[in-house]
C-alpha cells in the first residue's frame, strides 16, 4: 500500500509535494546563481534591473583568477593520475591478498575520508612548515592525494572485488605473462572502476577549499582559495561567474560520465 | 592444466622468487604515503597538544574549563544536531517518494540531487550568502508575501548556518535513506492493510520502523559530518556562532597557538571517532563511506 505509487491514498499528494519542494529548493540556487551572473546590479538585484557580461570579462582579464584556475588544473591532473595508479596497486594488493590486518589496513585507507578535513589541514600546515613544503605544488599535490586516494581505493577495489579472476587466469593459462593478463584482461574488464576513480580524484582536489587555504601563498593559490579569500571581502558579482563557470564544469562531467556508463553497458 | 600451473608456481620458487611482490608489498606506496603524511602530522598536532607551551594537559583544562569554549561545543553540537533533524524530516519524504516514484520522474529527481552534491561547495554556500543577504530574495518574497514587515537576519546567524549546511547534508541522507526503503518488500505493507491498519498506522508501526536502520544511519553520518564542518559557518554563520572547527583554525591561522590548537583537534577526533564507533557497531561497515 505505502509503497505503491498509486495506492499511496492521500499520501500521495503530501509526498509529491514535499519532493517538488525540495527539488526546487536544491535546484533553485544553482539556476539563481547563473542568472546573476549575467545581471548588471553589483548589489546582486534580483530580478536582474539588465543584463551584461562584464563579470566575466572581470574575471577572464584578471590574471590571478586564471593563474588560479590553472594552478588548480594542473593539480587536480596530477593528483588524478598518482591517485588512480596508487589506487590500482593498491587494491590489487587489498582484493587479492590473504595476508594478517587485511581489514585493519583497508579501513586506515578509508579513514582520511571521515576524519574531519580541518583536522588533516592544520596537522598537514603544521608538517608542511617544518619540511619546508608549504605553499609549495607538491605541497597542494601531497595533501590532496591524501584525500583523493580512499575513493580511488573505493571505486577500484569494489570493480575488482566484481571481477571474476578465474578469467583472468584463464588468459594465464593461455599463455600470458601474469602482468600481460591483468594489463590485457583486467583492466578493460574493471574500466568503470577506474573511471570513477579518475573523476572523484579529480573532483576531490579541483573543488578542496580546507586544506588549501591552509596550504596557499600570496603567489600559489588554487581557485576555491581565491574564490574563499573574495568572499571573505565582499559578495561581488564576479564570483557569480566564476561560481556558474564552475557548475558548467559539473554539469559537463555529469554528462560525460552518464555517457561514459550507457558506453560501458552496451 | 593443473600441473602446468604447478609447474609455474615451482618455477617461480628459486632464486627469481626474491623479485616476486607479494599482494601486501603492493599495498605499501600507499600505506607509505598515508603514515608519513597522514598518521605521523596528526600524531605530532596531537602531542603537541600536551607539550606546548609546557608540558601538562593545561591546554585541555583551558578549552574545558572556559565558557567561551564551552559555548562552541555546544554550538558546534546544536547546529549539527539541527542541520541532521531538519535533513532527517525532508529527507524521509523524499526518499520514500522516490522508491515508489515511476522511474522517469525519479531519474530527473535523482539527476537534481547529484548536480546539487558535485556543484562546488563554495559555489553553493555563495548562492546563500546572496539570497539569504537583507536585500535578498528571501527576505523579499517574505516581505511580498506580507508575511514580513522588515527585512529579518538570515546570514551570519544561527538560521544561515543551518539553511546552508542542510542544503549541502540533504543528499547525504536521502540517498542513503532511498536504499534502505527500495529494499522493503511492498507485501509487507499489503499484510498490513490487509489485517485492517490504516494508511496512518501503516507509516507509523510498520514502514517508519523497517526505514529506522537507514534513518538512524544516515543521521549519524550527517550529523558527525556537521560536526566537523568549516567552510559554510565560517562564511554564512557568525562570531556569536562560531564552530569547533573555525575554532581550530583561528587557534592555528591568527593565533599561532599550537597547543590550543591541537587539544580542540583531538576533541573534534575523538568525537568523531567515537561516533563512527556507534555506527560500525550498530550499523556495520556497509553503510559507511560515499557509496
Known sequence: ?266 | MLSRIEAKAAGSKGPARRLRLTDFDLTLPALGLLVLFFVVPVAILLARSVSEPVPGLGNYAELLGSSTYLRIFANTFLVSGLVTFVSLLIGFPVAWALAVMPSRAASVVFAILLLSMWTNLLARTYAWMVLLQRTGVVNKLLIGLGLIDKPLPLVNNLTGVTIGMTYIMLPFIILPLYGVIRKIDPAILQAAALCGANRWQALVRVLLPLAMPGMAAGALMVFVMSLGYFVTPALLGGTANMMLAELIAQFVQSLVNWGMGGAAALVLLVVTLALYAVQLRFFGTDRMGGR
Open chain 1, 1 to 266: 500500500m505505502l509503497l505503491n505509487f498509486d495506492r499511496l491514498g492521500w499520501w500521495k499528494p503530501v509526498l509529491i509535494g514535499i519532493t517538488l519542494l525540495t527539488t526546487a529548493f536544491l535546484l533553485l540556487p544553482i539556476l539563481f546563481i547563473a542568472a546573476l551572473s549575467f545581471g548588471s546590479s553589483q548589489w546582486l538585484i534580483f530580478p536582474p534591473p539588465g543584463w551584461t557580461l562584464k563579470w566575466y570579462q572581470e574575471l577572464l582579464v584578471d590574471p590571478r583568477w586564471l593563474a588560479s584556475a590553472w594552478t588548480s588544473f594542473r593539480i587536480a591532473i596530477i593528483v588524478t593520475v598518482l591517485s588512480v595508479l596508487l589506487g590500482l596497486v593498491t587494491s590489487f594488493g587489498l582484493t587479492r591478498g590473504r595476508f594478517m590486518f587485511r581489514e585493519a589496513l583497508k579501513a586506515l585507507f578509508l579513514t582520511p575520508m571521515i576524519l574531519p578535513v580541518v583536522v588533516l589541514a592544520v596537522a598537514l600546515y603544521a608538517f608542511f612548515l617544518q619540511i619546508g613544503l608549504n605553499g609549495t605544488l607538491t605541497g597542494f599535490v601531497i595533501s590532496h592525494l591524501v584525500l583523493a586516494l580512499p575513493f580511488s581505493i573505493l571505486s577500484i577495489t569494489n570493480a575488482l572485488e566484481g571481477f571474476d579472476k578465474s578469467i583472468e587466469d584463464a588468459a594465464v593459462l593461455c599463455g600470458a605473462s601474469p602482468f600481460e593478463a591483468k594489463i590485457r584482461v583486467t583492466l578493460p574488464a574493471i574500466s568503470h572502476g577506474i573511471f570513477s576513480a579518475a573523476i572523484f580524484s579529480f573532483l576531490t582536489s579541483w573543488d578542496e577549499v580546507v586544506v588549501a587555504i591552509f596550504m596557499a601563498s600570496p603567489t600559489l593559490q588554487t581557485l576555491p582559495v581565491k574564490v574563499w579569500a573574495t568572499l571573505r571581502q565582499d559578495l561581488t558579482p564576479v564570483v557569480a561567474a566564476a561560481s556558474t563557470l564552475l557548475i558548467l564544469l559539473t554539469v559537463l562531467l555529469m554528462v560525460l560520465v552518464a555517457f561514459v556508463r550507457k558506453g560501458l553497458k552496451s
